[in-house]
């Protein structure tokens, strides 16, 4: 396709609809309910496609009250305050057929001249990030100034619609099969945690504290260490057990942060102590080569054979065990709600019988090694997309 071809929008003549999300005091979390319609927040804005893992809902009267709050299939949704730069689309097989977006969001639709998924996508690459960030302002709470007359502002050079549908059609493959792998990994994460819950209805065992058979924060990152480079993990980087981004530090030519503590090898367990109920996650066979955290992290690692780091990970994962640290949180002084990671290691765990204990952990570490497959197959997909994106997104793309 020539250069030609490609023409340059303002935004604004791109969108049929843009609206705002509701103020806050219009839905408050005494507004929430078992069911209904869902309402979005930042963990549902991870990627390109809505994120439908989990939801809080508002009755049908609620949504409707909240009139262009509501979003539907073909909707684009971005943040605007908090984690900027994240921008979704809701695809035409979405599991609901409404949605209602946060204070902290907005929704556009698209008129005939540009499909949502190719604009996703270009909001995506580097340029569409450095235009959707260009009037971002860090004081206080990340936000973006005038956010829906801003964006009515950017410009946008894109190819004729069959042209979108063609890049859109490359992209979406890769992201198919990501899809895909997470899916099979949720499923392979149910059937551990059927295996583990066989175990404690049916085998005997001995009660005993997490600190009693794991390791809390075993290693500190110090200047013994000859590392030149550091993988580092900060709580601003997570979104409901999401990663947005690692920071690849070089210690030879910038400063480490002072809060980058925890050292991390592979298969050790990271769970937060700031925000304990929205942050609740763990990496098994995740970890990249010198790999640090920040001090708002606990690290846990198995010191007993009987008990393996997936074992601990499915403790952790209990409903009594997330509620009694939420608790804890919920009491404690700090600017945040917070635990201490000795609040995890006086969490009590059940230690099997060795024949049972090895049995069980062969079986949970041949699911968890699956799960890793695919999220290293997914991370190897991810580069060749975004490899992919700002050559395919370039008006000097052929056909």
């Known amino acids: 396709m020539s250069k030609m071809e490609w023409k340059e929008y303002e ?18 979390v005494e507004c ?46 971005i943040t605007h305050r908090g984690t900027l730069g994240q921008i979704v689309y809701i695809p035409q097989n979405s599991k609901y057929s409404r949605y209602v977006i946060s204070q ?13 998924e190719y ?7 580097r ?13 206080g709470v990340p936000s973006l100034a005038r956010p829906t007359s801003t964006f009515q502002k950017l410009t946008i050079s894109i190819p004729p619609v069959a042209k979108q549908k063609e890049i859109v059609k490359i992209l979406s493959s890769l992201d198919d099969k990501i899809e895909l792998n997470n899916a099979i990994n949720r499923n392979l994460e149910e059937q551990a945690q059927i295996l583990f819950k066989n175990y404690e209805e049916n085998k005997p065992f001995e009660v005993m504290k997490i600190a ?22 900060d709580t601003s980087s997570i979104t409901q057990n999401v990663i947005s981004e690692l920071q690849y530090i070089n210690l030879n030519e910038e400063k480490l942060p002072s809060r980058a503590k925890r050292k991390v090898l592979e298969n050790d367990i990271v769970y937060s102590t700031v925000r304990p109920n929205q942050l609740h996650f763990g990496f098994i066979n995740e970890v990249k080569p010198n790999m640090l955290v920040s001090t708002g992290f606990a690290v846990i690692r198995s010191k007993n054979l009987l008990v393996s780091n997936e074992y601990i990970y499915l403790n952790l994962t209990k409903r009594d065990t997330i509620e009694k640290l939420q608790q804890i949180a919920e009491q404690s002084v700090s600017t945040f709600p917070a635990i201490k990671p000795s609040d995890i290691g006086d969490c009590l765990i059940n230690v099997f019988e060795k024949k049972d204990a090895e049995i069980l952990n062969n079986q949970l570490s041949a699911v968890f090694k699956k799960i890793s497959q695919n999220n290293q197959e997914n991370q190897r997909l991810a580069l060749i997309r975004d490899s992919l994106l700002p050559k395919l997104m370039s008006t000097e793309t052929k056909a």
């Not at 003549?13 to 408050?28: A, D, R, T, V, W």
């Not at 604009?119 to 690459?125: A, D, W």
């Not at 794991?214 to 480079?229: E, R, T, V």
Request: glycine letters at 8%; a negative charge.
């Open 32 to 77: 929430f309910t078992d069911s209904g319609v869902p309402v979005l927040n930042g963990s549902n804005l991870v990627g390109f496609r809505l994120n439908e893992d989990s939801f809080n809902y508002v009755t049908e009267e609620k949504a409707t009250s909240l009139g262009k709050a509501n979003a539907y299939r073909g909707d684009i949704v």
């Open 119 to 125: 604009l996703v996508y270009y909001f995506h690459s």
């Open 11 to 28: 935004m604004s003549e791109l969108i049929e609809e843009i609206s705002m999300g509701p103020f806050g005091s219009n839905i408050k």
């Open 212 to 233: 009693d058979v794991a390791d809390i924060n075993p290693d500190s990152f110090g200047l013994k260490d000859s590392w030149s480079f550091v993988n580092y993990l």
């Open 127 to 139: 340029l569409g990030q450095h235009k959707l960030l260009s009037n971002a302002s860090q004081v």
């Open 104 to 116: 902290s969001q907005f929704r556009v639709r698209c008129n005939e001249k540009v499909i949502p």
